[in-house]
């Protein structure tokens, strides 16, 4: 007899429990290190709550009623939930605030193949701490929390969630049309954007910047020779990474297409990439208009690890089966 499971959930036996709690306790260890306070919130929360966040890539995946017919939904990132908590429990308190969670996050995704609605998270917020200093003890604490696990080959990916949109603006692209760029460029569909600029009236060295642009991806040399209006979001970019120590520098690739479809992040964003995955580990970025939203301006920034994806690179990269694991993970990013 067979008794399913709710798809994109799936069971977590006794030898792998073991092994990702060995994971977690690495990770918590150097978040508590690095002075960050382990905060749980509830996981359900209101839909208006979690509405102040332009939450597109990371929508809710269940709603229910309360008793007073007030719509709740199962949290779908622990960003908005700590944001709700600074502004309500810490509002007259001094930044910056360090917090760091362990948390179950539930996504509605397609009902394709491998793709989790249920997912573990871990991750830290730093509120109150300005770029670049923020940004860079932001990518500090990651690399130390990956090499305390023993993951050896990753790779960050760097760029900044404004490079596009600004330069969509300075170049006069339909509003209309604008989220739907956006939307390729997520995906990395070039074929896409280039055909959704044609339709769009964009043509010309305007469509060539707006294609050639986000393909930028390698070291330092790409941030020469870049538009006015992406002038001060690579000028960011050079500062973070001028003041991070050599060992987390070297980890760093500058990625100038690198976007993201969940509507708070406003600056320095980063991927988590190892060769042993075909999906990025996790990722974050700057935040530094969503506290407003709730009561409080601080600026932000943070990042999530999917827990189950590091599991599956470790084992990737010990066992050498990359491609393996790779074909049985998502395409979507933890945060």
């Known amino acids: 007899m067979i008794h399913p499971i709710p798809s994109g959930t799936r069971d977590v036996l006794p030898d792998e429990t073991r092994e990702v709690r060995a994971i977690t306790d690495a990770l918590r260890g150097v978040f508590e290190r690095q002075g960050y306070g382990e905060l749980y919130t509830p ?4 839909e208006s709550v979690l509405a102040r966040a332009d939450m ?24 908005v939930p700590i944001a709700r908590v600074v502004a309500t429990r810490y509002a007259s308190s001094e930044p910056p605030l360090r917090f760091c969670y362990f948390a179950h996050c539930y996504r509605g995704v397609r009902p394709q193949r491998g793709q ?34 023993g993951l050896k080959d990753y790779r960050i990916g760097l760029g900044d969630a404004s490079v596009f949109p600004s330069l969509m603006a300075s170049l006069s692209v339909p509003e209309a049309t604008r989220a739907g760029l956006l939307e390729a460029l997520v995906l990395r569909d ?3 954007l280039e055909r959704m600029l044609s339709e769009a009236g964009v043509t010309g060295e305007a469509a060539e910047l707006l294609l050639e642009l986000p393909q930028r991806r390698g070291g330092q040399d790409i941030l020469t020779d870049v538009p006015p209006a992406a002038a001060d979001a690579v000028t960011g970019l050079r500062q973070v990474h001028e003041l991070l120590d050599p060992a987390v520098a070297e980890r760093v690739i500058f990625d100038l297409g690198l976007v993201r479809n ?3 992040y406003t600056g320095a964003v ?6 042993a995955l075909g999906a990025p580990i996790g990722g974050g970025g700057r935040y530094d208009e969503l506290l407003g939203r709730f009561g409080r301006s601080l600026p932000a920034v943070g990042f999530a690890l999917g827990v189950d994806r590091l599991h599956i690179a470790l084992a990737g990269e010990e066992r050498g089966t990359g491609a393996l694991l790779a074909a049985a993970t998502s395409d979507e990013t933890p945060q």
């Open 43 to 46: 996981a359900l929360e209101y």
């Open 56 to 79: 597109a890539e990371a929508r809710p995946a269940y709603r229910v009623f309360d008793e007073s017919g007030a719509v709740l939904v199962l949290r779908s990132d622990m960003t």
């Open 190 to 192: 070039f074929v896409g």
């Open 270 to 275: 980063f991927d988590v990439y190892d060769p």
């Open 116 to 149: 989790p609605r249920e997912l573990l998270q871990a991750g830290i917020e730093l509120i109150g701490a300005p770029a670049p200093m923020g940004t860079v003890e932001a990518l500090k604490v990651l690399c130390r929390a990956l090499d305390t696990t």
């Open 262 to 264: 969940i509507g708070y």
